[in-house]
């Protein structure tokens, strides 16, 4: 699993409330010097009457965000960005690229997990994305263009270890793992431009043992795929009518899930395979906090799958009260 480190600090933008002044034209109205002075000020009143009324509608609108850069913010995101990168280049050097050949090489490496790679390779992207979109956002770039430069941060970082792989003893570069990162980091535009996209999103949760390393392979902890699951998570409330959607609690969903079996890159995976599951979700961008600080952690936090209850129905049925 591509890991990240989440960049996420608090969130203060300065903004403004401004009004503007509209002339209205009468079309096919003109005064001329025949017209009595009663008429003459009874128009005048009716002019001023609309722009007041003109006046009133701009000082309703909400206020407008403007947005500018704040520079030592800028240096906090950068040296973050640079202590994180440099220490999973370390890990990645002697874990993955370890003894790396001298030729580069394409390889589709994802049959170990089952393919369970790409979903790790969508929701990674996916997340950093709007991780490092926010930490920009948080520095005084607009939203827009906060969010475009965490996917180009996003694809350049993702790109850089494909690359990597290429040299690595047993990966290969692979272009499956290039469309699935660019998927992901590119799903939250889709998301703005199609708002029916954000009833869907990509979660990933882990088992404790994922912590503890109480598994029989030597693979490493990032690869750990057989405690790991990815989640697609639903949110009904938006796919239900508006006269049922309203008594629909928003904040609970339910989620798909995939995790494997058996799986191991360094132990062989012959005997694994997929496991499906369904689950209760939870949409903590619903829950109460409406604060610019509240809203970013909840955003954050929401790329997790909260342990709830859920049922493996593939390949047999099991129930669990609490699934991690």
């Given at each position: 699993m591509r890991i990240f480190s989440i960049i996420f600090l608090s969130f203060v933008i300065s903004s403004t409330v401004f009004t503007q002044t509209r002339e209205i034209t009468i079309p096919g109205l003109t005064l001329k010097n025949s017209k009595g002075p009663n008429q003459l000020q009874e128009l005048t009143s009716f002019k001023l009457v609309k722009d007041s009324t003109a006046l009133n509608k701009d000082k309703s609108k909400k206020p407008e965000k403007k947005y500018q850069i704040v520079p030592?913010?800028?240096?906090?995101?950068?040296?973050?960005?640079?202590?994180?990168?440099?220490?999973?280049?370390?890990?990645?050097?002697?874990?993955?690229?370890?003894?790396?050949?001298?030729?580069?090489?394409?390889?589709?490496?994802?049959?170990?997990a089952r393919n369970m790679d790409k979903a790790s390779h969508i929701y990674t992207a996916n997340a950093f994305t709007v991780t490092v979109g926010e930490a920009f956002e948080w520095a005084g770039i607009s939203p827009g263009k906060a969010l475009l430069y965490g996917a180009i941060t996003s694809m350049a970082y993702e790109t850089y270890i494909e690359i990597n792989d290429g040299f690595a003893p047993i990966w290969g570069f692979d272009w499956i793992d290039v469309g699935c990162n660019i998927f992901?980091?590119?799903?939250?535009?889709?998301?703005?431009?199609?708002?029916?996209?954000?009833?869907?999103?990509?979660?990933?949760?882990?088992?404790?043992?994922?912590?503890?390393?109480?598994?029989?392979n030597k693979d490493d902890l990032l690869?750990?795929?057989?405690?790991m699951t990815f989640w697609l998570s639903i949110s009904p409330e938006g796919l239900l009518p508006k006269s049922a959607a309203k008594y629909y609690p928003g904040f609970l969903a339910f989620a798909l899930g995939l995790s494997i079996k058996n799986a191991s890159h360094t132990g062989g995976s012959g005997n694994a395979?997929?496991?499906?599951?369904?689950?209760?979700?939870?949409?903590?961008?619903?829950?109460?906090?409406?604060?610019?600080?509240?809203?970013?952690?909840?955003?954050?936090?929401?790329?997790?799958?909260?342990?709830?209850?859920?049922?493996?129905?593939?390949?047999?049925?099991?129930w669990y009260g609490l699934y991690f």
């Open positions: 030592w913010r800028m240096i906090a995101i950068g040296s973050a960005g640079a202590g994180v990168f440099t220490a999973m280049h370390i890990y990645y050097s002697k874990t993955w690229w370890k003894n790396k050949e001298k030729y580069f090489k394409f390889a589709e490496d994802g049959y170990y992901g980091a590119v799903y939250p535009f889709l998301q703005n431009e199609a708002p029916f996209l954000k009833n869907f999103n990509f979660k990933w949760s882990f088992k404790p043992e994922w912590v503890s390393r109480k598994i029989s690869d750990d795929y057989t405690n395979y997929r496991e499906w599951f369904l689950s209760l979700d939870y949409d903590l961008n619903k829950l109460p906090g409406n604060s610019d600080f509240m809203k970013k952690l909840k955003k954050i936090l929401n790329f997790y799958h909260f342990p709830a209850p859920a049922v493996r129905f593939s390949p047999s049925g099991i």
